[in-house]
């Protein structure tokens, strides 16, 4: 007996439109099956069916099940797939990226291996964290002084907004129980936004390893995304989270986060920044060309590709 499909898979121009889909569905606790070319959700409160091409990205979260033949609808609808821990605060694993085109990849590989393009992404990257500063002249060794000293006003102040007594960042990496319960508030806010900004990557098909200010890691991209949103987000959900108990605080902290995430639409936000940091208003992407495969010759000219 066969197990492979005669069906022709759809070209993406039949397909909903990224822009038209919902940004992210996510589940838990639930098995996933296929039935025609929707997915059906099966819990303890019954069965739904969800048209598999109305979703951008697929998270799923502890308790899941997944059958081959729904990954391969989901797959032949461009729909992207990241395991997440609870409510999308860790990121472990993803399928295929959301998008078919290579336009976002390019274009961020495209600015990173240019030294000066480099360095005007970085500077974009401050301005969007402290837009009431002008890092326009800095060099990059002057940013990192300049973030530096304003991730160290950002816990003065929050200390003494919430009360909660501060003495400096302390992390031990793999001995979480080392800090003091802030400090431990802290790394649990920084590795959720680690997380949720590598499953974002992960769904728009951009290169984790290629960033701009962190460099040499394989998630450096990673770090500068979730970095982008420490000092408003992460920082004061940390504090806000010690200044109530010093009981589980690593587990309170995230659930906070992920209340916070939810309400201020954090991932849509995401999606937006890493356009606008890649891509100028100008040369931005155009989802309706998303199937077009062309060949590049050495004077970057582009030729039809498929032709002998």
């Not at 969800?50 to 502890?62: E, R």
């Not at 393009?117 to 837009?131: E, Q």
């Not at 989270?241 to 690593?250: C, H, M, R, Y």
Request: glycine share 8%; proline share 4%.
């Amino acid at each position: 007996m066969t197990t492979i499909g005669r069906r022709p898979a759809g070209s993406p121009r039949e397909l909903t439109r990224a822009a038209d889909r919902a940004s992210f569905l996510y589940l838990e606790r639930c098995t996933i099956h296929r039935d025609a070319n929707a997915i059906t959700i099966e819990d303890a409160e019954g069965t739904t069916h969800i048209p598999s091409a109305t979703i951008g990205t697929l998270l799923l979260g502890p308790g899941t099940r997944i059958t081959h033949q729904a990954m391969s609808v989901l797959g032949e609808t461009g729909t992207g797939i990241a395991w997440v821990g609870e409510h999308g605060v860790r990121y472990y694993a993803s399928g295929r990226a959301l998008s078919r085109t290579a336009g976002l990849a390019e274009a961020q590989a495209s600015c990173w291996a240019n030294r000066r393009t480099r360095l005007d992404v970085a500077r974009a990257m401050y301005r969007l964290r402290f837009p009431d500063d002008d890092p326009s002249g800095c060099t990059r060794q002057e940013l990192l002084g300049r973030e530096g000293r304003r991730v160290k006003d950002c816990y003065r102040t929050q200390a003494r907004r919430t009360g909660v007594p501060w003495n400096g960042r302390r992390y031990t990496p793999g001995d979480f129980a080392a800090a003091d319960p802030v400090n431990q508030a802290v790394t649990a806010a920084a590795q959720a936004m680690y997380g949720i900004a590598h499953a974002v990557v992960a769904a728009l098909g951009c290169s984790p390893a290629l960033g701009f200010i962190h460099s040499g890691h394989e998630l450096s991209f990673v770090l500068d995304i979730a970095d982008l949103y420490k000092t408003e987000i992460g920082i004061p959900i940390a504090f806000d989270t010690a200044a109530t108990s010093a009981e589980d605080i690593g587990t309170r902290t995230r659930r906070a986060l992920r209340d916070r995430i939810h309400e201020v639409r954090l991932l849509d936000r995401i999606v937006a920044d890493i356009h606008h940091l890649l891509v100028p208003a100008e040369g931005a992407i155009a989802f309706d060309d998303i199937d077009e495969v062309t060949l590049q010759t050495d004077r970057d000219l582009r030729l039809a590709a498929g032709i002998n």
